[in-house]
């Protein structure tokens, strides 16, 4: 080992500018080292901490590792070996926490502690003895300074011998504290080197013993599980593998459809509808009331269940109940200024909830699958097949007839039902019994109007000559006076379904008939908007008005009905015939059907009660007259 520089301690007596030169020198080299050793000491307390770090780090990851099978994961499956494999990792886990609790211990006590104690001990000497050389150095000079300003002539002996004690005891205490300060910086010179290397062989013998514990752990049986566990996780990887590519595939399948699946309302001019649902979900907007004539909409999903309407707000785990569907009626609306709204009206005529759809397709779809619902087919043993044949049979009902040959069912279910029990129970003879057939009521391929302003009325009128009502249903009040004097006045909230031209106003048939078709034909053709109006029946005349501007749209004078019935099952459902003269000199036959929000059988009632006072001002008249 090189020698080591040092500094004379015979010189610090003398203390001349060499031995303070050489003096600053190891001065700058003890500051420099005291510098080092903070850094080193502060990177060694960070390794330590670091280990003891590792010792909380890895004691939590066990009891992470065993917390695994308390989870109650919702997808479980293929986890109890997962659960054995952590387990056994656990208890590894902890065994090396021993380690890493031992090798912390050791790093302290031989690598941290060593170098706190010489920065603490002999650099702090250092510094101390420093500063009291510093001190004992100022009070010599200025002992020296009095003892060269004493005077040349009559000298106080007594002060000099004062003064000079004084220097003799400031030279010695610098003196001794120089000796002292040189030792200690010599010595810091060996210190420093035994310093530096003591830390870093207790670190070394620390690393050594863990690492020779560790080995001797994980032995070859622990080798053999570690590669049970590998193939484990490899044949894991493969399926991750086999998976991600068909997920991939289907990726790539999905994004390559055509545009039009992320454009909505896409098929606005021919869309694809599916009118046999007995079921229905996706997202509508609900219409909510938040004043006297403010309203807001809220984005839902919605979905059919059984035979209720079910909504569930994004976030929420199960559905709510909206709105019972049996026996509704739903139709679209306009609202506002939103396309494609539909409206759920309750079984007693009240006006239920209002829903917007994002397409033409989907507000057709919902409309037909709540109608098909509300008819409770979802009851029946097979839903579909019969949401099927209703269908058809719909379809048939519109469809023009070319031959004039007998159909093969009859047209009524409710008359063939009466039909078969006459026959059953032979009340009357089968002969006797006459169900006129459909042909016979309503010609194959008569057109229905969907709208009260008939053009074909519109034709009569201009042939017969009379006033041309006008085509936006105004008329003058002048027009009808009798409705001031009318012995009767009932008022019925109705709504227009359809007309059609008929054979007969025999039988009420024709009127059950009319109401198949008209039913049917809005279906098929998806024409579920209908208008309010207010049917007045007076002596005198039907008048159809409208609630908003209170004219008259129509007006069908009592004498010219000459049918009219409510439907034997819907109650809500009434229809009467009209016979208006034609240009030809004959008569034509139509039938009008409306939607009540009360019962039909009062509107009927009401018209009876009409003919009725007719018939008796006629008789009134005749015996005035003679």
């Known amino acids: 080992m090189p020698a080591v520089d040092k500094l004379l301690l015979e010189e610090a007596l003398q203390d001349s500018p060499q031995t303070r030169s050489l003096l600053s020198v190891f001065e700058e080299d003890a500051g420099t080292l005291t510098d080092y050793t903070n850094q080193l000491l502060q990177a060694m307390q960070r390794v330590y901490g670091a280990q003891n770090e ?28 997962v659960i054995s494999t952590l387990h056994y990792f656990s208890k590894v886990v902890d065994e090396l926490n021993v380690l890493h609790t031992e090798l912390a211990k050791q790093l302290a006590d031989t690598m941290v502690l060593p170098i706190i104690q010489f920065r603490e001990k002999d650099l702090t000497e250092v510094s101390t003895l420093k500063d009291l050389f510093g001190l004992a150095s100022n009070e010599h000079d200025l002992s020296m300074a009095k003892y060269s300003r004493l005077p040349k002539k009559k000298e106080n002996e007594k002060v000099k011998t004062d003064v000079v004690k004084e220097v003799a005891a400031a030279r010695r205490k610098q003196h001794l504290s120089s000796l002292q300060y040189y030792c200690a910086l010599n010595a810091l010179q060996y210190r420093k080197r035994v310093a530096m290397m003591e830390p870093m062989i207790g670190f070394a013998h620390g690393q050594i013993n863990f690492f020779k514990k560790g080995a001797e752990m994980f032995s070859q049986n622990m080798n053999s599980f570690l590669s049970s566990v590998a193939d484990m996780v490899q044949s894991i990887q493969v399926e991750l593998e086999a998976e991600a590519e068909k997920m991939r595939v289907s990726q790539q399948d999905l994004l390559s459809v055509d545009e039009s699946v992320y454009t909505p309302d896409s098929d606005v001019a021919a869309p694809q509808i599916n009118r046999n649902l007995i079921q229905k979900a996706g997202y509508l907007n609900l219409r909510s009331k938040t004043g006297l004539v403010t309203t807001t909409w809220e984005r839902l999903y919605f979905f059919t269940q059984g035979g209720n309407l079910m909504c569930q707000p994004r976030g929420a785990v199960a559905g709510g109940l909206i709105q019972d569907l049996d026996n509704c009626s739903v139709m679209a609306v306009d609202c506002e200024d939103r396309r494609y709204c539909f409206q759920i009206t309750t079984p007693n005529g009240k006006s239920g909830i209002i829903l917007q759809a994002e397409s033409r397709k989907e507000n057709e779809e919902w409309i037909c699958a709540i109608n098909n619902i509300s008819r409770q087919i979802y009851l029946t043993d097979n839903p579909e097949a019969v949401a099927i044949k209703l269908n058809q049979t719909a379809l048939q009902a519109v469809t023009p ?15 063939n039902l009466r039909n078969l029990e006459l026959e059953n129970d032979k009340i009357v003879p089968k ?72 054979k007969t106003d025999t039988t009420t048939e024709v009127i059950y008939e009319a109401m198949r078709q008209v039913l049917a034909a809005r279906a098929i053709h998806n024409i579920f908007r209908t208008t309010e109006s207010h049917l007045m029946v007076t002596s005198q005349t039907l008048r159809l008005i409208d609630p908003q501007t209170q004219v008259t749209r129509a007006n069908f004078e009592l004498t010219s009905v000459t049918q009219f019935a409510a439907h034997q099952e819907n109650k809500r459902l009434v229809g009467f015939v009209v016979r208006t003269p034609e240009s030809t000199g004959g008569e034509a036959l139509s039938t009008y059907v409306f939607e009540s929000n009360s019962e039909g059988e009062k509107i009927c009632y009401a018209i009876n009660l009409g003919k009725e006072i007719i018939e008796v001002q006629k008789a009134h008249d005749l015996v005035s007259e003679c």
């Open 401 to 415: 007839i070319t031959s004039f040959g007998r159909k093969q069912e009859s047209s009524c279910p409710s008359q």
């Open 54 to 81: 590792m010792c909380l780090a890895t004691q939590q990851l066990s009891k992470q590792l065993l917390a695994y099978e308390k989870q109650n994961f919702a997808l479980g499956k293929g986890d109890e070996e």
């Open 431 to 502: 002969a006797a019994v006459h169900v006129p057939d459909a042909d016979e009521l309503i010609a194959p391929g008569t057109p229905i109007q969907f709208d009260i302003v008939l053009p074909a009325t519109e034709f009569l009128d201009q042939n017969r000559g009379s006033r041309r009502i006008n085509p936006f249903g105004e008329t003058e009040d002048e027009t009808f006076p009798e409705a001031e004097d009318s012995l009767l006045q009932q008022m019925f909230v109705v709504r227009f379904l359809g007309s059609m031209a008929v």
